[in-house]
């Protein structure tokens, strides 16, 4: 199982970002897949999970609104759309599934 994170930057305060996180290794279009993200010193956090056929979707309460998360089953890819970006959303984002954590991108918001 390989989870592979891309797509974090710098960007400015109401800006947006596209991550991706290519996996391999295991029946991608079977399983849920999740973004969390990990704020400095702390624990990871949940930020969006989406269904094994994409049709249900749940996010965090101060994500909802602002970040889509979506996947492409046939190129075993999982996406996490961000607008509107704030400072307190710089955070390191992590592709989780199977149980299977990615090595992480880095957003950092900033003016």
């Known amino acids: 199982v390989q989870l592979v994170e891309s797509g974090g930057g710098v960007v400015g305060p109401g800006g947006s970002l596209i991550l991706s996180c290519a996996a391999s290794?295991?029946?991608?279009?079977?399983?849920?897949m999740s973004w969390y993200r990990r704020f400095p010193g702390q624990s990871r956090e949940f930020v969006a999970t989406?269904?094994?056929?994409?049709?249900?979707?749940e996010y965090a309460g101060d994500v909802k609104g602002r970040f889509i998360i979506s996947r492409d089953n046939g190129e075993q890819m999982l996406y996490l759309q961000m607008n509107n970006l704030t400072v307190e959303d710089t955070a390191i984002y992590y592709c989780?599934?199977?149980?299977?954590w990615g090595r992480g991108t880095q957003v950092t918001v900033s003016s």
């Open positions: 290794g295991f029946a991608f279009s079977k399983y849920f």
């Open positions: 989406i269904t094994a056929g994409g049709r249900t979707k």
């Open positions: 989780n599934g199977l149980g299977r």
